[in-house]
């Protein structure tokens, strides 16, 4: 005998789980972009600290999926911007802070998180680490390009590192930072995160539920 499935009754048995993500992703929100601003030498070598919201945004749309990662992300970039935004020379010289960079980072991160190798391969705890790896590598050298190609249209400003100054000071210290910081933050997501069993159930194909197992590696 089939039972009758009524739409506010699963919503009804759903809340629960939603009042779970909503608290859980309202609370390391907060407690990480904090933390980010207040300690932000809690992972840090030679003054480059571990970018912590940038890494948990990139493992919540990896792990949990594109919209998790995109609502998750643009908050924690209007966050970012709120609480430190950089400072921008303009072409007359006036220094003024750059709202929305944090947005657009967090978002386009999100974006590139939540579709890391996802197409063919199972998500899993390695892809994960390396979605932090590639996401890092690629914010820091489209940020140093940025840089010196916006240094050469404002007159004052200059930019003289070399390529292997980039390299040491900046790109490879600060991918190995967020990966040390992504090994603590992939476990509180994966036993303390947004979903029972770190697995967001709109992910699982029906026809594939083997897919579950990825989270057990």
Known sequence: MSILRLPGLTLLMRRPELIRKYLVYAVYLLLFSTLQV???GVISF???HADIMFVIVVLCSYMFGFYDGIVFGALAGIIRDYLSAPSLTGIDGTVTPAIGIGLFLMVAVAAIGSSFLTIRVKR?????FLAVIVTTLLYKSIGHLVIFLWSNLVSGLSYNMSIEQMLQRSIL???VLNLMASIPLYLLLRFMGPYKGGVNPSLIDEKRKEDRLWLTM
């Open 46 to 48: 030679y003054g480059i």
């Open 173 to 175: 210290p600060q991918t």
């Open 38 to 40: 207040t300690f932000p």
């Open 124 to 128: 899993n705890f390695l892809l994960a």
